[in-house]
């Protein structure tokens, strides 16, 4: 069955059988000049369908391309001195280059941003971002990461103030603590932020159920039409798949829930021994942004774990409340924060930073 299916695309075999007994019946049914004026009829419209979800773009199929490179036999590293290259469909948006791109760079220690040596410069307060994609920042110029946008918000009160971002597509909290472990902590910290997303409780990304055609997805790569009317079907069936896959990934005895507190328990314990302030925030879903978002629960789950262990928690939420989602993405196939969106939470940051007097004078 496995070799079948690399060899058969299933889906589009049933539906050709399909299409092939509708028409056979047809055939039967009607006589030769009526069967052959419906066919022509279906088929005219099918074009000027297609011709219009071209022209005005609805239905386009193509999906971003992420280029990443992880440094070989490392999980917290990407090759150095290298860049980081998401390439998408077209550029609503006008924020990517001719060539529908975005870069990023990556400094000779493997990470993205400016180059930093381990030791710390004297009066300078230090603080170490960790998280996945969102912290890494796909999809966004290197001065527009959430890390690079929460330094120029903290800068404005505390000018002596370093931000280094540790983010690494696809990571989890645990291997993030793991990182923190092993090399952040050379860098002597004064905070460090773990930026938690939902995904992190070893559940797949928003981005498999938001823009990743499933049902005909080889027949849909070659229609307009055809995608924009599967998607129209198949997009709320996702979404509510979306939602019952991350409400399930954080019940109680959830493994990669257990896994997380864990990972959060070991963060706390290396604060205290290393002398830091750790710091937890979580960035929301950018998908309905107001009373009907469906992870609220999730995220007060998260809030009262940190609260038990008294690691000062921020949800990001709250700064996105009211606002249009999708004009947050960066592309309409990659739900990953835009600019706009980071400056928002990088906001949300700064004030939680000065409220609770994070960066000591």
Not at 32 to 37: I, L, Q, V
Not at 41 to 50: C, G, H, N, P
Not at 166 to 171: A, D, E, L, M, P
């Amino acid at each position: 069955m496995r070799i079948a299916n690399h060899m058969i695309d299933l889906p589009l075999v049933a539906f050709m059988i399909f299409l092939l007994a509708i028409i056979v019946v047809t055939k039967k049914r009607l006589k030769n000049d009526e069967f052959y004026t419906l066919v022509i009829s279906i088929l005219l419209s099918f074009l000027l369908a297609e011709g219009v979800c071209r022209f005005l773009n609805i239905g386009d199929s193509r999906v971003v391309i992420w280029q990443e490179e992880l440094a070989p036999g490392q999980i917290y590293a990407y090759k150095p001195n290298r860049k980081l290259l998401y390439t998408y469909p077209d550029n609503p948006r006008r924020y990517f280059n001719e060539k529908n791109e975005v870069s990023g760079t990556i400094n000779a220690k493997g990470f993205r941003g400016l180059d930093r040596t381990f030791e710390k410069p004297n009066g300078i307060t230090r603080i170490a971002f960790l998280g996945d994609s969102f912290t890494l920042g796909i999809g966004v110029k290197d001065n527009d990461t959430l890390p690079v946008s929460f330094e120029r918000a903290i800068q404005s009160k505390h000018p002596k103030t370093q931000v280094l971002n540790f983010g690494i597509s696809g990571t989890s909290t645990k291997e993030q603590i793991k990182l923190l472990e092993e090399y952040v902590i050379k860098f002597q910290p004064d905070v460090v932020v773990i930026v938690v997303f939902l995904n992190d409780a070893d559940r797949t990304g928003t981005v498999n159920f938001m823009s990743r055609p499933k049902v005909l997805a080889k027949v849909r790569k070659n229609s307009f039409f055809i995608n924009a009317l599967i998607d129209s079907i198949e997009k709320p069936i996702l979404y509510q798949q979306m939602i019952r896959h991350y409400q399930d990934g954080y019940l109680e005895n959830s493994p990669g829930w257990q896994t997380m507190k864990t990972a959060l328990r070991t963060g706390k314990t290396l604060s205290e021994k290393q002398n830091f302030q750790l710091v937890v925030t979580i960035y929301p879903v950018l998908f309905k942004l107001d009373n009907s978002y469906p992870f609220t629960h999730i995220h007060k789950t998260i809030e009262d774990y940190c609260a038990s262990l008294k690691i000062p928690f921020l949800d990001l939420f709250n700064g996105f409340v009211g606002q249009n989602d999708s004009k947050l993405w960066v592309h309409k196939t990659d739900q990953h924060p835009n600019e706009v969106a980071n400056r928002i939470a990088a906001g949300e940051l700064s004030k939680f930073f000065d409220s609770n007097n994070l960066i000591k004078k």
